[in-house]
């Protein structure tokens, strides 16, 4: 698994303490394991709450909450997460939207290579 910034893992249901005063609730808990299966890539910002399973080869956007399990390759996005596209419509996708470069200068000085492709606007 491969995680981007500020990744929140939540694997319990604090709201509990609205109501576990009351007699009939007061043992109440909520907890659940959250499993990450291989290969997969979480976005800046994603909050993945209690008992959410991320399948094998899956990709979970920026920003998403991700309410329920994200079958094997899959991207999901959003808030709530939901599935958009398979991993390999993805890799089509940004296959075909990958501008000509010239890879030997990208593996050698990557910021000036990114420059002359995305040049600031002056």
Known sequence: MTASSRVTFVNHDGGTWVFRQQPQYKGVIKFGRIT??????????????????????????????????????????????KPIMTVEEYAEKSLANTPDYDKEEYKNNKRDALVKLYPYPW
Do not use: L
């Not at 080869?57 to 094997?72: C, H, I, L, Y």
């Open 36 to 81: 990450i299966h291989d290969n997969c890539f979480i976005g800046h910002g994603v909050v993945i709450m209690p008992g959410v399973s991320i399948g094998p080869n899956s990709v979970v956007g920026t920003g998403a909450v991700v309410t329920k399990d994200v079958p094997p390759n899959t991207v999901a996005v959003g808030i709530p997460a």
